[in-house]
């Protein structure tokens, strides 16, 4: 279970450091074990930023994440169990190697007492379960081998660590329409044996197909969050329903997005917390109306 | 007709041989229309927007002939082509994001741009194209770094068309923006069709679902040759070339989930254009195939205005 609780992460800026941003602003979710958790936002919205701290490659200003009840604190032991894989599979290999180098890397750092015949296995495990054939991909360089490959390959590599939680930042976005689907099916049965995912994406369409929870975010903000259905079946918060609106689909013109004519956190008695669960696991932010907060506060 | 392209062969010249990126294309394009081109990538899409207005170094005219307005294009000669490109063809290019020069203003880069075509400014007509667009005047006091990406495309866009093209191609223009930024470079487009600034234009893209809102009909590509063309309605609903209908199949929309029902992928990769086989491109990959396939399928037009290039359709 990954657990963030009011994290916040604020980023120096400006020639001299005098100012500073704050990109990621009091964002609290859950993931669960077998549970994808898809993180939708524009960019600029602090959804990479929520990603590198799930990895420890960044540190929160404050606020706590946490897996399993532990602080996230990187090294060796941490991303045994936490993996990434990023936007460009191109970048993420050697070309002078071949490919199935990222694997001897692992074994290096993490397996060094398994024997060849053993790692040879335990590899070939690992290609089969992301649906590629090791005799394809195995012993090639990265040129030889296409986009959805490499991203698979290095799926593979996590799964070669005791991998409890992914995080998939843009993995999808590089690649084309037809090999898309197949790494998206990937991640469909891997989070099914128990596997925890936190997908991040720009893109609706392909967070709504496997999500159970989306976490829709806004200038490091939470606007709406909660079960997947709920979210997009009813969106309350104006963004959503704009970012909903503005989904180009087959065969259907655009439409407007539907105006917010109350505020639903306002409306729930503006509580304390930045957001108002309107019904069992949906929570949304002040819609920003012109009258929002007159009445309370 | 604006533009005919008929047989068009461009290949890429490389240590290990010809790369036979664009192999056979012919279509038509008519005053007015939108025609989205459509595939995945090193299917030849921008390999035949770049063939339009200038081979680079790599790219060598195998065959074929491009007829604009009555004209034939003089693809080859660099130096001929000079008085088409900008004024009569013109090209939106994929990287419009770091196609501005970082150390001018906007301003003084277009004038300095239409300077070098003999052109003067006519600064109402451009405060015109800016709202068009939904840019406001003082961009043109701006240095790109202050724009966002969005701002940048619809920018370049304005100067890609200042003199008022016949064709003007549109390379991905939207690919690495966000959906409600997509919508309003898509809106722009078709306004600068509307008002008649650019005549037709061709808007590449691997995303069809965005395709379908801006093009009046859809060119699909794969390994170099044309798949299918089709009214975007007809493609978009009765589509009749296996790869068509399987990629069309690949699309998520919003609110199909894994759970209700699996998407498919499809199999396979697209064979190298440096050696590539005879007969049906796509017939690895396709579960229709058979003997026949073997045999190149010909460009045939089932119904009007929809071609297929597939044995199994007509």
Same mark, same amino acid.
């Given at each position: 279970?990954? /657990?963030?609780?009011?994290?916040?992460?604020?980023?120096?800026?400006g020639?001299f450091?005098?100012?500073?941003?704050?990109?990621?602003?009091?964002?609290?979710f859950?993931?669960?074990?077998?549970?994808?958790?898809?993180?939708?936002?524009?960019?600029g919205s602090? =959804?990479?930023?929520?990603g590198?701290?799930?990895?420890g490659?960044?540190r929160?200003?404050?606020?706590?994440?946490t897996?399993?009840?532990?602080?996230?604190?990187?090294?060796?032991?941490?991303?045994?169990?936490v993996?990434?894989v990023?936007?460009?599979?191109?970048?993420?290999?050697?070309?002078?190697?071949?490919?199935?180098?990222?694997?001897a890397?692992?074994?290096? @750092?993490?397996?060094?007492g398994?024997p060849? =015949?053993?790692?040879?296995?335990?590899?070939?495990?690992?290609?089969?379960?992301?649906?590629?054939?090791?005799?394809?991909?195995?012993?090639?360089?990265?040129h030889?081998?296409?986009?959805?490959?490499?991203?698979?390959?290095?799926?593979?590599?996590?799964?070669?660590?005791?991998?409890?939680?992914?995080?998939?930042?843009? %993995?999808?976005?590089?690649?084309?329409?037809? /090999?898309? %689907?197949?790494?998206?099916?990937?991640?469909?049965?891997? =989070?099914e044996?128990?596997?925890?995912?936190?997908? %991040?994406?720009?893109?609706?369409?392909l967070?709504?197909?496997?999500?159970?929870?989306?976490?829709v975010?806004?200038?490091?903000?939470?606007?709406?969050?909660g079960?997947?259905?709920?979210?997009?079946?009813?969106?309350?918060?104006?963004?959503?329903r704009?970012?909903?609106?503005?989904?180009?689909?087959?065969?259907?013109?655009?439409?407007?997005?539907?105006?917010?004519?109350?505020? @639903?956190?306002?409306?729930?008695?503006?509580?304390?917390?930045?957001?108002?669960?309107?019904?069992?696991?949906?929570?949304?932010?002040?819609?920003?109306?012109?009258d929002?907060?007159?009445?309370?506060? | 007709?604006?533009?005919?392209?008929?047989?068009?062969?461009?290949?890429?010249?490389?240590?290990?041989?010809?790369v036979?990126?664009?192999?056979?294309?012919?279509?038509?394009?008519?005053?007015?229309?939108?025609?989205?081109?459509?595939?995945?990538s090193?299917?030849?899409?921008?390999?035949?927007?770049?063939?339009?207005?200038?081979?680079?170094?790599?790219?060598r005219h195998?065959?074929?002939?491009?007829?604009?307005?009555?004209?034939?294009?003089?693809?080859?000669?660099?130096?001929?082509m000079?008085?088409?490109?900008?004024?009569?063809?013109?090209?939106v290019?994929?990287?419009?994001?770091?196609?501005?020069?970082?150390?001018?203003?906007?301003?003084?880069?277009?004038?300095?741009?239409?300077?070098?075509?003999?052109?003067?400014?006519?600064?109402?007509?451009?405060?015109?194209?800016?709202?068009l667009?939904?840019?406001?005047?003082?961009?043109l006091?701006?240095?790109?770094?202050?724009?966002?990406g969005?701002?940048?495309?619809?920018?370049?866009?304005?100067?890609?068309?200042?003199l008022?093209?016949?064709?003007?191609?549109?390379?991905?223009?939207?690919?690495?923006?966000?959906?409600?930024?997509?919508?309003?470079v898509?809106?722009?487009?078709?306004?600068?069709?509307?008002?008649g600034?650019v005549?037709?234009?061709?808007?590449?893209?691997?995303?069809?679902?965005?395709?379908?809102?801006?093009?009046d009909?859809?060119?699909?590509?794969?390994?170099?040759k044309?798949?299918?063309?089709?009214?975007?309605?007809?493609?978009?609903?009765?589509?009749?070339?296996?790869?068509?209908?399987?990629?069309?199949?690949?699309?998520?929309?919003?609110?199909?989930?894994?759970?209700d029902?699996?998407?498919?992928?499809?199999?396979?990769?697209?064979?190298?254009?440096l050696?590539?086989?005879?007969g049906?491109r796509?017939?690895?990959?396709?579960?229709?195939?058979?003997?026949?396939?073997?045999?190149?399928?010909?460009?045939?037009?089932?119904?009007?205005?929809?071609?297929?290039?597939?044995w199994k359709?007509?």
């Amino acid at each position: 279970m990954l /657990t963030l609780d009011r994290v916040t992460k604020t980023f120096r800026a400006g020639a001299f450091g005098g100012g500073s941003t704050t990109a990621v602003d009091r964002v609290s979710f859950e993931a669960a074990p077998g549970e994808l958790v898809s993180l939708i936002g524009e960019s600029g919205s602090g =959804k990479s930023t929520i990603g590198r701290m799930v990895l420890g490659l960044t540190r929160a200003s404050s606020g706590s994440l946490t897996l399993d009840g532990e602080q996230v604190r990187p090294g060796k032991d941490f991303y045994r169990r936490v993996q990434g894989v990023f936007q460009d599979p191109f970048s993420c290999y050697n070309p002078v190697f071949k490919a199935d180098r990222v694997f001897a890397l692992v074994r290096r @750092a993490y397996h060094p007492g398994v024997p060849d =015949k053993e790692w040879a296995d335990r590899v070939e495990k690992a290609v089969r379960d992301v649906r590629l054939d090791p005799g394809q991909v195995l012993g090639r360089y990265p040129h030889q081998l296409s986009g959805g490959q490499l991203q698979r390959l290095l799926i593979a590599r996590a799964l070669l660590l005791d991998l409890r939680f992914l995080v998939a930042d843009e %993995i999808t976005s590089m690649l084309d329409a037809s /090999t898309r %689907i197949d790494v998206l099916n990937l991640l469909a049965g891997l =989070k099914e044996r128990g596997l925890g995912v936190l997908y %991040i994406t720009h893109d609706l369409s392909l967070g709504t197909y496997l999500a159970e929870r989306t976490v829709v975010l806004r200038n490091g903000r939470v606007v709406e969050r909660g079960d997947t259905q709920k979210v997009f079946g009813n969106p309350l918060h104006p963004y959503t329903r704009t970012l909903l609106a503005a989904v180009p689909r087959l065969n259907e013109p655009w439409t407007s997005a539907e105006p917010v004519e109350v505020c @639903a956190f306002h409306e729930g008695g503006a509580p304390d917390t930045d957001l108002y669960e309107t019904e069992p696991d949906h929570f949304v932010a002040c819609a920003g109306l012109p009258d929002c907060g007159r009445t309370s506060a | 007709m604006t533009l005919t392209v008929n047989d068009l062969r461009v290949h890429y010249r490389t240590l290990r041989g010809e790369v036979r990126a664009l192999d056979g294309v012919g279509f038509d394009l008519a005053d007015g229309e939108i025609l989205g081109l459509a595939g995945e990538s090193g299917c030849g899409k921008t390999t035949l927007g770049k063939s339009l207005i200038r081979l680079d170094g790599r790219m060598r005219h195998v065959g074929g002939t491009v007829t604009l307005d009555g004209d034939e294009l003089p693809l080859s000669d660099d130096r001929a082509m000079n008085a088409y490109r900008f004024h009569k063809i013109s090209l939106v290019p994929q990287y419009s994001m770091s196609a501005l020069n970082p150390t001018r203003r906007i301003g003084r880069m277009i004038r300095e741009l239409l300077a070098s075509r003999g052109v003067t400014v006519d600064t109402d007509e451009l405060h015109r194209r800016l709202a068009l667009v939904g840019l406001e005047r003082d961009v043109l006091d701006r240095y790109p770094i202050e724009l966002s990406g969005g701002m940048k495309q619809r920018a370049v866009m304005v100067i890609s068309t200042l003199l008022d093209p016949s064709v003007l191609i549109a390379d991905e223009v939207t690919s690495a923006l966000d959906v409600s930024n997509q919508q309003a470079v898509v809106g722009a487009l078709t306004g600068l069709r509307d008002k008649g600034l650019v005549t037709s234009m061709i808007f590449v893209t691997h995303d069809l679902g965005l395709t379908s809102h801006i093009a009046d009909s859809i060119m699909v590509m794969y390994a170099g040759k044309l798949a299918e063309k089709a009214p975007t309605r007809t493609l978009t609903t009765e589509p009749r070339h296996p790869y068509t209908k399987m990629l069309i199949g690949s699309l998520p929309q919003v609110g199909a989930r894994y759970k209700d029902k699996p998407l498919s992928g499809i199999e396979g990769s697209p064979p190298s254009l440096l050696n590539p086989p005879l007969g049906c491109r796509f017939r690895d990959r396709c579960p229709l195939a058979d003997a026949r396939c073997a045999e190149e399928p010909p460009v045939v037009e089932i119904a009007p205005r929809h071609s297929v290039a597939c044995w199994k359709a007509a």
